[in-house]
Nanobody, 115 residues
Framework: QVQVVESGGGLVQVGGSLRLSCVISGADTRTIVMGWYRRTPGREREYVARIFSNDITHYTESVKGRFTISRDNAVNTVYLQMNSLKPEDTAVYYC?????????WGQGTQVTVSS
């Protein structure tokens, strides 16, 4: 059974940094795409970043230059390093693992940026 578990969220001041982690158990993640999404109350879930099996990365425009996605296949983990955080980054952040059999989502981790 595949499980996706995020951690690392919290409260941070404007301009601060956080690193989110996502551990995927029960599956081999070496060949899959993994990504991060976020949701704020009253809005649709928003794409943030993704990383491909060859370590190519892609970001939504609003986080380019501030966020970095990376992966460690040895421990089936994907990370999201978030720097220069802004109040508009406040959201629940979700990890996604894109398997051929379907997408697996984590339960989310709250990030709150205070001004």
């Amino acid at each position: 059974q595949v499980q996706v578990v995020e951690s690392g969220g919290g409260l941070v001041q404007v301009g601060g940094s956080l690193r989110l982690s996502c551990v995927i158990s029960g599956a081999d993640t070496r060949t899959i795409v993994m990504g991060w999404y976020r949701r704020t109350p009253g809005r649709e879930r928003e794409y943030v970043a993704r990383i491909f099996s060859n370590d190519i990365t892609h970001y939504t425009e609003s986080v380019k230059g501030r966020f970095t996605i990376s992966r460690d296949n040895a421990v089936n983990t994907v990370y999201l390093q978030m720097n220069s955080l802004k109040p508009e980054d406040t959201a629940v952040y979700y990890c996604a693992a894109f398997f051929l059999t379907g997408t697996r989502w984590g339960q989310g981790t709250q990030v709150t940026v205070s001004s």
